[in-house]
């Protein structure tokens, strides 16, 4: 069978991964006079290779992140209190094999963001289905589904990825009737499932901008045993790049 036959079949069958690797992998097996065996396991792992790298791919594309950081990009020149260890602790995706919610807390700059979508990205390639999205987003998505009368296939969406983050939380105030969305997605997620957020507010200032103090309680109950809580005190990414970019000039 001649190379053009073979790829031509390997498209047909869409092992595209394998067609793509066939050269290279031909290549490689002549010149190291290797077995048909060692040939086929080369042309298997690459297709095994391909696939995987397609799915993590659209499972990134799905999440809708606004960013693409990783945690190998996070700046330890700025003076914050997230340790090395911590950072550890988040790649580690325990808490997220374990279903906890994990709760980024510090002031603006200090790379909540950056971390939630970091853990989201590793979250995506290590096989989990991640949903990225700002609260405020979120609120405006409940309410045009009420209008739109789509909102029990909404409330379906939030129920199947593995991770949900909630950025900004605290931005504005909840209705009651936001803040009981909320505490059902929190109860939706309390089996096996996880949530991130960040925010600016520590957990005990959460009812200052839930409407109904009985929901307030009810999620802060579901999040202050369970949660991986880290706190990050510091100075502002933004002013560290700002003074980099200075030093430049």
Partial sequence: MSTATAKNLMAEMKLLGMMNAFDQCVHEATRDQASYTQLLDALLQAEADYRQARKTGNRIKAARFTLRPTFEDFDFTASRSISKTQIKEIYSLNWLKEGRPLLLIGQTGVGKTFLAQAAGLHACASGYSVLYTSVTAWLENLALARSSGTYLRYRDKLAKPDLIIFDDFGMRKLSSSEAQDLCEVLEERSYGKSVVFTTQLPLD??????????????????LEHAALTLRITGESYRGVKARKLASKK
């Fill in 205 to 222: 200032h959460w009812s200052e901008v839930i409407a109904d103090p009985v929901i307030a309680d009810a999620i802060r109950d579901r």
